[in-house]
Nanobody
């Protein structure tokens, strides 16, 4: 069973940067596509970014395109989300998960981590 643990969240001012990490324990997820989602209070969980198993293909939500970058570590067992030019509307709990089937909905993913809080102050 794959367990995912997110880290790297925190409080940052608007315009700042954070780098989130998602580390796997248990069975390797090297051959899975991976995704980042976020959920703000009172809102549904939404897609942020995804990356293919080999890192060759990435997708981004329109709201983060050009500001965020998803990548995989050399051992493919860690996934990162570099977040630049942060805005107050990026405030949310950020989750990583492994892909079950191609898609950008939470239903397409499994093995959710516990999440890491990102708060952007104006």
């Amino acid at each position: 069973q794959v367990q995912l643990v997110e880290s790297g969240g925190g409080l940052v001012q608007a315009g700042g940067s954070l780098r989130l990490s998602c580390a796997a324990s248990g069975r390797t997820f090297s051959y899975y596509a991976m995704g980042w989602f976020r959920q703000a209070p009172g809102k549904e969980r939404e897609f942020v970014a995804s990356i293919s198993w080999n890192g060759g293909t990435t997708y981004y939500a329109d709201s983060v395109e050009g500001r965020f970058a998803i990548s995989r570590g050399d051992a493919k067992n860690t996934v990162y989300l570099q977040m630049n030019s942060l805005k107050p509307e990026d405030t949310a709990v950020y989750y990583c998960a492994r892909s079950l089937v191609p898609g950008q909905t939470p239903r397409s993913y499994a093995s959710w981590g516990q999440g890491t809080q990102v708060t952007v102050s104006s």
